[in-house]
Structures are given as C-alpha cells and as structure tokens.
C-alpha cells in the first residue's frame, strides 16, 4: 500500500498512452506524478471507484463534489482546471474512446489490478445527492423547464446573495476603466443595456428572465420606464417583487411567475433576454424568437445577451458537458452565434449590433469565486457542502472556458422594422449608444465597498 499512488498513476499513463499533468496523492499517503504538477487527493476507495465505472469529466466530479476527491493544501483550483482542460484537448485524448476491449486487454488490466490490490472495485457509488434527478417529459416542454429552472436557482436567495453581491445580477458586468468593483462593472452593464434599447420615459419594457429584478429596477428608475419581467423561478420571483417595494416602484414594475411562452398582453416598446435564452433549447428557439417578435411594437428594439459555444468541426458531433447538465443547468444548450442571429433574423428581426462580451465573463467569474470563497463558511451552512463545491467548481472552470476561447457571450441587438422598413436607430453606432441625459435622470453613482478585499481585476 506503500506505493499506491505510483501503481494508480503508472496504470493510468499506461491506459491513456501520455502522462497525465497531475499529481496524485492516495489514501495511504503516497504521492506520484510529475514534479510541481498541481495534486489532487484521492481521500478514500470511494474516489477511485467513481473514476472506474465514470472515466471522465463525470466521475471526477461525482468525487469532487462529494469529497472524495480534493486538492491538496496549497493547489490552486484555476491552475488544476486549466491542466485538466489543456489535456482534454491534446489530440491524443480527443481521439481515445476506450471500450470493453481496452478494459480487459493488457493496458486495462493494469489498471484493474491496481484497483484490486487498492480495494476500489465494488459497485457504482451513488451519486452525489446534488445532482439533477433524472428528466422526465418531453424537451423543453413547460413543466421539465419548470423543473429544470428549480434546479439551478430556488437554490436560496440568501446564497445567491453571498456569490453575486449587492447587484444580484446573474450575468457577466461590464468592466469599463472606470469600473473598479464588481458592483460598478454590474450597473455599468445595465446601463449599457438601456442604451441599447433606446429607453425613454414612458417606454415600456419587457424583460425575460427577469432574474431578480436587477435590470427592471435599474430602468424604471433611472429611465422613467413601465416594466414587466417574467420569469419562472419562485424564489426569484419571491425577491424581485420585494425589491420592487423596497424601491417604490410598484406603480411601474410589474414580476410576474410566468413563462415566455405565456406573455399576451404586448406590445412592448422595448424587450431584454439577459442570460435566459440559453435554457430555451435549440427545438424552441424559433418559437422564442417568433413570440418575441410578436410581442414588440414596430420599431422597437430587442437585446438578446446570450452565452454561446464555439462551432462544431465538420463532421464533428457536440458534446454537452455532463458535470453541467447533471449539476449546473438541467436540459441547457448553447448555440454558436451565428446561430443565434441566424434564428432571430428568420423570425423576422433584423440584426444591427452584436457585441463580444467574452473576456468581461471571465473576471466576472473570478469575482463571484472570490465571493464565495470569502464567504464560504455561511455559503455551505445555506446550501450544504456538496451544492457549495458544484458552484465553486462550476464558476472557476467557465472562468477559463471565457478566458480560452472555448465559449463566448454576445450582446445582439435587433429591430422589429416599421413597415416602411425604418429601424428606428440613429446612422451611427456612437449616436444610439449616447446616453439621453435631457431625457434621463443622473444615475446613482456606481461602486460598492469590498471591504478588504480587492477586486480580483
């Protein structure tokens, strides 16, 4: 038992053919692998025995989030992902797909032997409790999104609170040079937002997936809009008609508990989606797209903030992330952009803007890890251990899917013509992204205390 981390990493390098880029520490102590590689801690059999029966992404956090797979005191979680993420692409592995033959021939032997003298083999652990139910119902039918949605945030507004800060805006900010904490980066993208939009007093607004409420507040208030957010979350919805109150703004904000697909009573001058279209699912985009379009009066502008992935090779099949779609959001799709403008241009809009937000979404990401691992203790007295590692885990490994390239955001911003064709948009991008301060009232200057804590920017 003395050497069963080097017999586990030897029979591993041997099954895969390439060195792994990690080192392994095992329950018995013993540590193999290459020299100053980050190391990760194999805590009991446990660990092992979710890897045998779930090679892969799956497995390994199956153990992560159930703690039988950690790092080591001193291993930096950004640097172990990022090693991970660079091997995964080598075309080595991208080409490997082991079957039964692998297991049983020379190479796989050596690895079931090492997990027989190691005690690991038995039967499938169950998985962790965090992790999705299976799916029952069609696709993106209107109960399995309900369901979907419960999953990923009736998590607790109190939680969502420690990971996203005062803003409780769940998607990337905009970090303009003067923004210099993450609350600033956050209100400097819902103005951005307003602007695109043309807001003006009197206006009214839709937003979709109005998560908290953040963007509603935001515009009523400093726009001198009407607005309605829908969204099918309880809890958010719970929260956002609170903050409403607070604000004083019950005359002319309106939250409802209400799917897309059940909104009647447009149009609306103006319309937002910020970070909801990606769990509408490729088989519905045209009906979002085509019920949006509905929805908004002629001349009226749409801003569609949308995560996207990078689009497949020819011939080359898309795989979904399972640690994502059994732990982090349930039935989700990401499509390429031009998908997207592909989907919105059939329904009938006419693109003018698309704007890359991609590196914006990594320090995001960094900021909400910090934000968690700063509150750590409370966030896993609310949520528990397990559902506090799925968003530690889930935020650190987007933050560098963002910052490679590997996914992206856009802002798009689109137009419901008038008959006669007219846009309603000023020629120049510079002129419709002025902000109408004759029109507007001064906004309530940007920038929340991190205490002491600096911005991970």
């Given at each position: 038992m003395a050497k069963l981390a080097g017999q586990l990493v030897e029979a591993l390098d041997g099954l895969l053919g390439i060195p792994v880029p990690l080192r392994v520490q095992a329950w018995d102590g013993s540590v193999a692998g290459p020299p100053g590689a980050p190391t990760v801690v194999l805590r009991n059999r446990?660990?092992?025995?979710?890897l045998l029966w779930q090679p892969g992404e799956l497995g390994l956090a199956r153990a992560y989030v159930a703690g039988d797979l950690d790092l080591a005191p001193g291993t930096d979680l950004y640097e172990t992902l990022a090693a991970v993420a660079r091997f995964a692409e080598l075309p080595e592995i991208r080409a490997l797909a082991l079957g039964p033959r692998d297991?049983?021939?020379?190479?796989?032997r050596r690895v079931l032997a090492a997990a027989l003298r190691a005690g690991a083999l038995g039967p499938e652990p169950t998985p962790p409790p965090e992790e999705a139910r299976r799916a029952r119902g069609r696709l993106h039918s209107r109960g399995r999104d309900r369901a979907a949605i419960h999953h990923h945030y009736d998590v607790g507004n109190d939680f969502y609170g420690l990971v996203l800060g005062p803003s409780m805006v769940y998607s990337c900010a905009y970090w303009t040079p003067e923004a210099k904490s993450l609350e600033a980066a956050q209100e400097a993208k819902l103005d951005l937002i307003c602007r695109k939009l043309g807001l003006r007093p009197g206006m009214r607004l839709l937003d979709v997936g109005?998560?908290?409420?953040?963007?509603?507040?935001?515009?009523?208030?400093?726009y001198g809009v009407t607005a309605v957010g829908v969204s099918i979350s309880e809890e958010q919805v719970a929260l956002a008609r609170a903050r409403v109150e607070e604000a004083g703004l019950a005359d002319r904000v309106e939250v409802r508990l209400q799917d897309y697909r059940e909104i009647t009573d447009g149009p609306f001058d103006a319309i937002s989606s910020v970070g909801m279209a990606e769990h509408v699912g490729e088989a519905q985009y045209r009906v979002y797209a085509e019920g949006l379009y509905r929805l908004l009066a002629p001349g009226g502008r749409l801003l569609n903030h949308q995560i996207?992935?990078?689009p497949d090779h020819p011939g080359e099949v898309h795989r979904t992330s399972p640690f994502i779609d059994r732990y982090v959001f349930p039935d989700g799709e990401l499509s390429p952009v031009g998908s997207t403008v592909a989907r919105?241009?059939?329904?009938?809009?006419?693109?003018?803007?698309v704007e890359a937000l991609?590196?914006?979404?990594?320090?995001?990401?960094?900021?909400?890890v910090a934000n968690l691992e700063a509150h750590w203790t409370q966030a896993v007295r609310l949520v528990g251990l397990g559902r506090a590692r799925v968003w530690r885990l889930y935020m650190a490994a987007s933050a560098l899917a963002f910052e490679q390239n590997r996914i992206g955001v856009n802002q798009i911003l689109a137009v419901r013509s008038t008959e006669e064709?007219?846009?309603?948009?000023?020629p120049t991008r510079e002129e419709w992204l002025v902000r109408p301060v004759a029109e507007v009232t001064a906004a309530t200057p940007a920038g929340t205390d991190l205490g002491d804590r600096r911005s991970v920017r």
């Open positions: 446990r660990a092992l025995r979710r297991a049983l021939g020379a190479r796989g109005c998560g908290w409420g953040s963007l509603l507040l935001h515009a009523a208030k400093h996207a992935r990078r919105l241009e059939e329904a009938g809009f006419e693109v003018r803007d991609r590196e914006h979404y990594g320090l995001t990401l960094r900021e909400w064709g007219g846009s309603g948009l000023p």
